[in-house]
């Protein structure tokens, strides 16, 4: 007997924290005018995909002092964005991620569970942790946290959110329509949390949302990041787009799950994807390199080696050999506030490397960091990245992808109209709707089902 093919589920991620972004494309606009969110989110939709997410920005990075020119030049708040979107989208999932190092559990679960008001049953909240101090400067927090702690932080300021979220579970609400809601249990929305990182009680105001809980997702790739999402989370968020190691990280979450009473098809694995669509194969794959050499300007080149060598190599010319100088290993880094200096933990190291990779295949700085850089995920026709999702879906290597297009905010229209209908004629991919809630289209079950208990809603 053949297995029952896996339904792919398909998210849209809103682009901007780095160079992704081809800026030179005449399609390219505004990352922060709202007609862009716009546009996106109802291409989603359109598409019947499950979400669109944003990431968070909580300070303007620089680089050797300067605010980093490469970047988004500012970022509209999440919740907000979120909010406003809700009122022009009637299906699409909404997630935000909000961090757990520079915020307090009550004010993000009341915003959460507002925003699942709001949309009706539509929002995900994507937990993220923080140890950088020259974000934390932002907060009066800068250094406060050893990074060892930070998942320890995360997991109770999670716990401590479902407490506030089931303050109004069960029949604790009255809806009347004549004299508005009342209480009929004066212990609805009361909470008293003591741990180590949270001390509060006092009465959640938010009653019980159409979802009870956001849909949970988490984004941590090491191993206290894997343990954290096994425990709660509902989805991951993956780095491995190819299928060996896509099938390795998929099959160590999973294999966690059950020292927690979970089940494999409860969290869900959606690695993030970038795609090159063309007429043909050949086509594609042409501009997939272009692309690359577009999102990697000479500027862009020197920044990035920056990161490793630590630093000013502004003198350096990018279509030139690399420094034969090491990188500079030190507490203070050229550039602050950038997740891509974490993951170089020994830049002299990396620097031999590449020093020899450019030697053997004559690259210049630019060449080296178009070549080591992330490539595309998925290029080709239409009907080749159509198939190649489905494999990698199939082949237990993820359970959908994260799409992020070069192109904001029109990047997305041509997979929507050329991939997606070849997904749905394979009887992968949804045609319509099936549910309401983001809970309904991920194929997770309400946080009540299992006492049986009905989802209450406060009278209107």
Do not use: C
Not at 138 to 160: C, V
Not at 165 to 175: H, Q, T, Y
Not at 433 to 455: F, M, S, V
């Amino acid at each position: 007997m053949s297995k029952p093919l896996k339904q792919i589920h398909l998210a849209a991620h809103f682009p901007g924290v780095n160079n992704t972004t081809v800026w030179s494309d005449p399609a390219a606009g505004s990352h922060i005018e709202f007609s862009s969110f716009v546009h996106f989110a109802q291409t989603a939709e359109r598409a019947k995909f499950d979400f669109l997410f944003l990431a968070e920005g909580l300070r303007l990075r620089e680089q050797g002092g300067r605010i980093y020119d490469l970047d988004v030049v500012g970022r509209p708040d999440t919740f907000t964005v979120l909010a406003a979107l809700a009122a022009v989208t009637e299906r699409l999932g909404l997630t935000g991620t909000i961090n757990s190092t520079f915020n307090e559990p009550y004010e993000v679960a009341r915003q959460f569970a507002s925003l699942d008001h709001l949309s009706d049953g539509r929002s995900a909240w994507n937990v993220v942790t923080s140890w950088d101090a020259f974000t934390g400067e932002n907060f009066r927090r800068g250094g406060f946290l050893p990074q060892d702690e930070r998942y320890s932080r995360a997991k109770e300021f999670l716990a401590t959110a479902h407490e506030l979220f089931d303050s109004w579970r069960g029949d604790e609400i009255l809806a009347d329509q004549a004299t508005g809601t009342f209480l009929r249990d004066a212990k609805a929305g009361a909470f008293v949390h003591q741990g180590q990182h949270f001390d509060i009680h006092g009465r959640f105001n938010v009653p019980r949302s159409p979802q009870g809980r956001p849909v949970i997702f988490q984004a941590g790739d090491s191993d206290g990041g894997r343990e954290f999402a096994a425990s709660g989370a509902d989805a991951i968020f993956s780095r491995y787009s190819t299928l060996k190691e896509g099938q390795a990280f998929y099959t160590d979450v999973k294999s966690r799950l059950a020292k927690y009473g979970r089940r494999p098809d409860q969290l869900l694995i959606l690695p993030a994807a970038t795609f090159v669509l063309g007429d043909t194969d050949q086509e594609a794959a042409e501009l997939a390199r272009e692309v690359r050499r577009q999102q990697v300007s000479g500027a862009t080149a020197i920044k990035h080696l920056e990161f490793v060598w630590n630093r000013d190599l502004s003198a350096y010319d990018p279509e030139g050999p690399l420094p034969d100088v090491d990188p500079v290993v030190a507490e203070e880094h050229i550039s602050r506030g950038r997740a891509q200096v974490r993951m170089y933990r020994d830049p002299v190291a990396i620097a031999r490397e590449w020093r020899q990779l450019a030697e053997a295949n004559k690259w210049s700085i630019r060449d080296l960091v178009i070549n080591t850089g992330n490539r595309q995920s998925f290029v080709g026709s239409p009907a080749t990245v159509a198939r190649t999702i489905n494999d990698f879906v199939q082949a237990d290597a993820s359970d959908g992808f994260i799409l992020v297009p070069h192109i904001t905010p029109g990047g997305l229209d041509a997979f929507a109209d050329q991939v997606v209908p070849l997904l749905q004629e394979q009887g992968v991919f949804r045609t319509e709707y099936e549910g309401t809630t983001l809970r309904d289209h991920l194929g997770l079950a309400h946080p009540d089902a299992d006492t049986g208990a009905a989802p209450e809603r406060a009278a209107s």
